[in-house]
Structures are given as C-alpha cells and as structure tokens.
C-alpha cells in the first residue's frame, strides 16, 4: 500500500495543507519545529486515532481551534 497524500487542517502548526508523496524513498528535513514530527503524528493519528495514555485530542489540534482533520489517500 503507497500513500498518495495526506491533507491536514488545524493539526499543530498546520492551517491547512496537501502534502503529495512520490513514487520513491522520501526525507522530512527541516529546521527544529518545522512541523516534520507533525506529520508523522497525524498519520498516526488518521490510521489508529488517539492512542490512550499518549497524546490527546487537543495536544494534536492547533492552538484556538475546536476543529481540524487529516485526510490520508492510499
């Protein structure tokens, strides 16, 4: 199974964003607090939802917001 993309709204430091993945090996790369842990986090959390004990809902929603989602395509 390939994940095509994942769309993300109000996760973290993410307003809103597509990001496509390619047909080959990739690399998160970035500054410290770029967001690159961020995404790994809200493919976890599309695939499994909130682990308990781990991480709550608010800890993954951005700062002043009621709502958000991530959207993963295979």
């Known amino acids: 199974m390939k994940l095509n993309y994942i769309e993300i709204e109000n996760v973290r430091s993410y307003?809103?964003?597509k990001i496509d993945f390619p047909e080959s090996t990739i690399?998160?790369?970035g500054d410290i607090g770029a967001g690159k842990s961020t995404i790994l986090l809200a493919i976890e959390f599309a695939l499994f939802g909130i682990q308990r004990?781990?991480?709550n809902g608010t800890d993954i929603l951005r700062h002043?917001?009621?709502k958000g989602y991530v959207r993963l395509s295979f």
């Open 15 to 17: 307003l809103k964003q």
């Open 53 to 55: 004990g781990e991480v």
């Open 27 to 29: 690399l998160f790369a």
């Open 64 to 66: 002043g917001k009621d």
